[in-house]
């Protein structure tokens, strides 16, 4: 009999869904949306960002097809603690598990700022610089971007084998 925190579980449905239960705010959304959206935009969500993020969680829309696994559930934890970590765990997951909850709640997020104020402007308005300069800050991300990948591999490994044992045992 399979007793595992890495099997997909379809969603619990959400204070809002829920007969007669009053809705609340998850201390937990919260701060993952304020660390999520500091990462995406490098600034604190608006009022209307963190609402519409929170009712997306209560309607259960974010949650893959399925539901998330264990690990998905532990990356998200994890992420939502710092700033660099999303970005470290976003870069993994976008190689590895491009469709996870990680990155569903990033794409939620860069919808709800890219259609509000101020969020919008910064998001849309490009940085002047060099053809050259432009050249070498492409080459860097690059880079980052591998050796990012590469490390927080190395580092996520032994976690995402236990998280398989256990779904075996």
């Known amino acids: 009999m399979k007793n595992s925190s890495d099997e997909r579980r379809p969603a619990a449905p959400g ?57 998905e559930r532990w990356i998200v934890r994890r992420a939502s603690s710092a700033t660099w970590l999303v970005r470290a765990l976003d870069a993994h997951q976008r190689v590895f598990a491009n469709g ?19 969020h919008a402007e910064a998001l849309d308005t490009p940085t002047g610089s060099s053809r050259a300069a432009m050249l070498f800050v492409l080459a860097w991300l690059g880079v980052r ?19 398989k044992w256990e779904a075996r045992a």
């Open 145 to 163: 971007f591998a050796l990012t990948v590469l490390l927080t591999t190395l580092v996520l490994a032994p976690f995402q084998l236990a998280f």
């Open 100 to 118: 996870s909850l990680l990155r569903r709640k990033l794409v939620l997020l860069l919808a709800l700022l890219e259609v509000r104020a101020p």
């Open 15 to 71: 204070p809002a869904a829920q007969a007669g239960a009053a809705s609340h705010v998850d201390p937990l959304l919260e701060r993952e949306c304020d660390v999520f959206v500091r990462y995406l935009s490098g600034t604190a969500p608006s009022d209307y960002v963190r609402e519409r993020y929170l009712a997306a969680h209560e309607a259960g829309v974010v949650e893959p097809r399925g539901g998330a696994t264990g690990f």
